[in-house]
């Protein structure tokens, strides 16, 4: 079954310094996409950044990079330099296989203190 | 900008009435579109896949005849809340698929 995790249901970070959020996850299906996405409390969901199973490397935009630890089946949302405008939900998503559904996790709930 | 356009984002309407939201793909075709229903402080929750042409498929639980979809064209799919009550208040957002789901913006439904 696949299945996301996310642990940290809510993070604190003071503006200015990187915050890591957590994701773990499990599929049987070799080929895969995680996703990190936004959700500010407008409630639009913003995507962030994508991670393909067979990526080589760690995928980066802008200020988000993915620590992607595939024997560990996780993939880390990294948030460098955070600002104000960074305090959201957090989700992680997986996607798996000819399936276009998203598994999703349970969010993490990001407070950037100024 | 904006590649999915959903709307209305807000409704208040009364208990029974049946409540039309849209969802729009601007400049991709999608075959596909997912519509998820969401509680407050939870996750998204699939409520079914709109397929393009075909009839929609829904996640177990779902009640079809509770929330039609129907995705005529290949940018728009449309999900109407029948004899909606006070239960189906929730946030009802869209996604379509072009490389990573692209969300639209939600939709508030509040039935009185």
């Known amino acids: 079954a696949q299945k996301i995790t996310q642990t940290q249901p809510g993070m604190f970070v003071q503006e200015k310094e990187a915050v890591t959020l957590d994701c773990t996850y499990d599929?049987?299906?070799?080929?895969?996409?995680l996703f990190w996405y936004k959700q500010p409390s407008s409630g639009e969901m913003i995507f962030l950044i994508y991670q393909g199973s067979y990526d080589q490397q760690n995928a980066t935009e802008g200020r988000y990079s993915l620590n992607f630890q595939k024997a560990r089946k996780s993939a880390n949302l990294v948030i460098s330099a955070s600002q104000l405008g960074d305090s959201a939900m957090y989700f992680c998503?997986?996607?798996?296989?000819?399936?276009?559904?998203?598994?999703w996790g349970l969010g993490t709930s990001l407070a950037v203190n100024p | 900008g904006a590649v999915v356009s959903q709307h209305p984002s807000w409704v208040i309407c009364k208990s029974g009435t049946s409540v039309k939201i849209e969802c729009r793909s601007l400049?991709?075709?999608?075959?596909?579109m997912f519509w998820y229903r969401q509680f407050p402080k939870q996750s998204l929750m699939l409520m079914a896949t709109?397929?393009?042409?075909?009839?929609?498929?829904?996640e177990q639980g779902v009640e079809k005849d509770k929330f039609l979809i129907n995705h005529a064209s290949l940018t728009l799919s449309t999900l109407t809340v029948t004899s909606a009550h006070p239960e189906d208040s929730s946030f009802y957002i869209c996604?379509?698929?072009?490389?990573?789901?692209?969300f639209g913006d939600g939709t508030r439904l509040s039935i009185l």
């Open positions: 998503a997986l996607n798996a296989g000819n399936n276009r559904k998203l598994i």
């Open positions: 599929t049987s299906d070799p080929s895969y996409g």
């Open positions: 996604s379509a698929s072009g490389g990573p789901q692209h």
């Open positions: 709109s397929n393009e042409g075909s009839k929609a498929t829904y």
């Open positions: 400049d991709f075709q999608a075959t596909t």
